[in-house]
């Protein structure tokens, strides 16, 4: 066990080195890839406007934008030129090394595909976890920016949404959405089509995914495009998701129970686990032996942490109610 630590580590290094060497072509590279992308889609958005006909995005280019709108939300240092491509990296290069580890020590390479497999689905759910949690938060919050915007547009005699945006980008109470709202206001001083201003939109939509979100991205887009007054809008969107915080308050439904019961199997399991393999042998091969070199061992194991996995992200997934309508 100690020898394929020292592998693991070793592979694990090595991998790492081999990333940072070329980490500046790489980084190149991509900046090189993002300049041809935009130049073909504007090519692909006038070829739309003079002939009428509208791109089908293939199922690839749709989980791969899901995949970047979902770590734009979620990564605190997210960078359009290089995260999605690291995270896709570091997938695919840790699905290997888990597999032929776990080939190793089992001597399985089913097994070992079976937990590399484990482990793509299990981060990919704790990614999904952490966006659901981070949408909770911003839906609640966005009560506030729709006040500071409805303040904002018509506390002012110059009805314009982008100064409105402007100035709630300096109000230090809605912080979490400084960074989609700038995006917005630069893309709307410097764009070309309206196309670049919908996809700003859609990106700030989808870190919210509510009703009053998309209601609230669609009234400002109409606001600017078409340079028609949206107050009374604003003003009526303001109202309604305030009203539905209260009601949300009103309820008190006490979920922290099913999430601590949660959590008690992923401490109990692996401990367990643990005391079976120090302390009982049936046999002289102990129960190591059992559990992942034999086929029973290994579907009772992987059966296990996928009811882990389920409980853990099913107690999490309803723990708390959206600010939806």
Same mark, same amino acid.
């Given at each position: 066990?100690?020898?394929?630590?020292?592998?693991? =580590?070793?592979?694990?290094? *090595?991998?790492? /080195? $081999?990333?940072?060497? +070329?980490?500046?072509?790489? !980084?190149?590279?991509?900046?090189?890839?993002?300049?041809?992308?935009?130049?073909?889609?504007?090519?692909?958005?006038?070829?739309?406007?003079?002939?009428?006909?509208?791109?089908?995005?293939?199922?690839?280019?749709?989980?791969?934008?899901?995949?970047?709108?979902?770590?734009?939300?979620?990564?605190?240092?997210?960078?359009?030129?290089?995260?999605?491509?690291?995270?896709?990296?570091?997938?695919?290069?840790?699905?290997?090394?888990?597999?032929?580890?776990?080939?190793?020590?089992?001597? =399985?390479?089913?097994?070992? *595909?079976?937990? /590399? $497999?484990?482990?793509? +689905?299990?981060?990919?759910? !704790?990614?999904?976890?952490?966006?659901?949690?981070?949408?909770?938060?911003?839906?609640?919050?966005?009560?506030?920016?729709?006040?500071?915007?409805?303040?904002?547009?018509?506390?002012?005699?110059?009805?314009?949404?982008?100064?409105?945006?402007?100035?709630?980008?300096?109000?230090?109470?809605?912080?979490?959405?400084?960074?989609?709202?700038?995006?917005?206001?630069?893309?709307?001083?410097?764009?070309?089509?309206?196309?670049?201003?919908?996809?700003?939109?859609?990106?700030?939509?989808? =870190?919210?995914?509510?009703?009053?979100?998309?209601?609230?991205?669609?009234?400002?887009?109409?606001?600017?495009?078409?340079?028609?007054?949206?107050?009374?809008?604003?003003?009526?969107?303001?109202?309604?998701?305030?009203?539905?915080?209260?009601?949300?308050?009103?309820?008190?439904?006490?979920?922290?129970?099913?999430?601590?019961?949660?959590?008690?199997?992923?401490?109990?399991?692996?401990?367990?686990?643990?005391?079976?393999?120090?302390?009982?042998?049936?046999?002289?091969?102990?129960?190591?032996?059992?559990?992942?070199?034999?086929?029973?061992?290994?579907?009772?194991?992987?059966?296990?942490?996928?009811?882990?996995?389920?409980?853990?992200?099913?107690?999490?997934?309803?723990?708390?109610?959206?600010?939806?309508?």
């Amino acid at each position: 066990m100690i020898n394929l630590m020292i592998y693991l =580590s070793a592979a694990v290094s *090595l991998t790492y /080195g $081999v990333y940072l060497m +070329f980490q500046k072509k790489l !980084r190149s590279l991509n900046e090189q890839i993002a300049v041809e992308k935009r130049v073909r889609r504007i090519v692909e958005l006038r070829k739309v406007e003079l002939l009428g006909s509208i791109p089908k995005n293939s199922l690839i280019s749709r989980i791969l934008k899901d995949l970047d709108y979902m770590l734009e939300t979620i990564h605190p240092k997210y960078d359009k030129q290089s995260t999605l491509q690291n995270f896709l990296l570091f997938q695919v290069i840790t699905f290997l090394i888990l597999t032929l580890f776990v080939k190793l020590v089992s001597g =399985s390479f089913s097994f070992g *595909l079976m937990v /590399g $497999v484990l482990f793509l +689905f299990w981060n990919f759910a !704790r990614h999904r976890i952490n966006l659901r949690r981070i949408r909770l938060d911003r839906g609640y919050k966005l009560a506030k920016l729709t006040g500071v915007l409805a303040a904002q547009y018509n506390g002012h005699q110059t009805t314009d949404p982008r100064e409105a945006i402007r100035r709630a980008m300096e109000d230090e109470t809605v912080k979490e959405f400084h960074t989609h709202l700038s995006e917005i206001y630069r893309v709307e001083t410097n764009y070309e089509n309206a196309a670049e201003l919908k996809e700003a939109f859609d990106r700030f939509q989808y =870190s919210i995914k509510t009703s009053f979100a998309k209601e609230l991205a669609s009234t400002l887009y109409k606001g600017l495009t078409k340079k028609t007054n949206i107050g009374s809008t604003l003003a009526r969107i303001d109202t309604k998701i305030q009203q539905n915080m209260k009601d949300i308050l009103k309820e008190e439904e006490d979920k922290i129970g099913v999430r601590n019961l949660s959590r008690l199997h992923i401490i109990a399991f692996p401990s367990i686990l643990l005391g079976m393999f120090l302390f009982l042998r049936i046999s002289q091969y102990g129960i190591i032996h059992y559990q992942f070199n034999t086929a029973q061992g290994q579907v009772g194991f992987t059966i296990s942490v996928l009811s882990i996995i389920g409980a853990w992200i099913l107690s999490t997934w309803y723990s708390k109610q959206p600010n939806d309508y």
